[in-house]
């Protein structure tokens, strides 16, 4: 899958990329043309036998342009990610919401560096530790201390 990787030449030499639909995914690297190869490195780290959903990549160059991390100063490049060689035991569920809730959702999730996916399962969680679910303290800490 190609995936966008905002990239800025780094001061003293090298570079660094952003993905701005895999918000944790850094990728460095000494030489241009070590970059995909790094950033496939990142995300099969990230992401392999973990309980995050994989999100799909924007293809939006527009919208792409528009993010805060385009800074006009770096260049956009679409990196081929092989996610035939990640695992994840994530579960996808499908859920509705008023549009209205969904931007608080994504602005909130965005501001805490997270995704919208871990947001709504630390909100869930954090409900069941309110309402008394049997381990959900536990799971609760667990997951909290993943994300942080």
Same mark, same amino acid.
């Given at each position: 899958?190609?995936?966008?990787?905002?990239?800025?030449?780094?001061?003293?030499?090298?570079?660094?990329?952003?993905?701005?639909?895999?918000?944790?995914?850094?990728?460095?690297?000494?030489?241009?043309?070590?970059?995909?190869?790094?950033?496939?490195?990142?995300?099969?780290?990230?992401?392999?036998?973990?309980?995050?959903?994989?999100?799909?990549?924007?293809?939006?160059?527009?919208?792409?342009?528009?993010?805060?991390?385009?800074?006009?100063?770096?260049?956009?490049?679409?990196?081929?990610?092989?996610?035939?060689?990640?695992?994840?035991?994530?579960?996808? *569920?499908? +859920?509705?919401?008023? %549009?209205?809730?969904?931007?608080?959702?994504?602005?909130? !999730?965005?501001?805490?560096?997270? /995704? #919208?996916?871990?947001? *709504?399962? +630390?909100?869930?969680? %954090?409900?069941?530790?309110?309402?008394?679910?049997?381990? !959900?303290?536990?799971?609760?800490? /667990? #997951?909290?201390?993943?994300?942080?």
């Amino acid at each position: 899958m190609q995936y966008p990787l905002y990239i800025h030449r780094q001061a003293g030499g090298g570079y660094r990329g952003h993905f701005p639909d895999l918000p944790d995914a850094d990728v460095h690297a000494d030489a241009f043309g070590e970059l995909e190869r790094n950033a496939q490195d990142v995300v099969q780290r990230m992401y392999h036998r973990s309980e995050q959903l994989i999100p799909a990549p924007t293809h939006d160059t527009s919208a792409l342009q528009t993010l805060d991390m385009d800074d006009g100063k770096g260049l956009w490049l679409f990196v081929d990610i092989d996610l035939s060689r990640v695992v994840s035991r994530a579960v996808s *569920i499908q +859920l509705s919401m008023s %549009r209205s809730v969904l931007r608080d959702v994504e602005a909130t !999730a965005l501001a805490h560096r997270m /995704t #919208r996916s871990a947001f *709504i399962a +630390l909100a869930c969680l %954090r409900e069941m530790r309110y309402t008394g679910v049997e381990g !959900a303290q536990k799971q609760f800490k /667990t #997951r909290l201390a993943l994300l942080t």
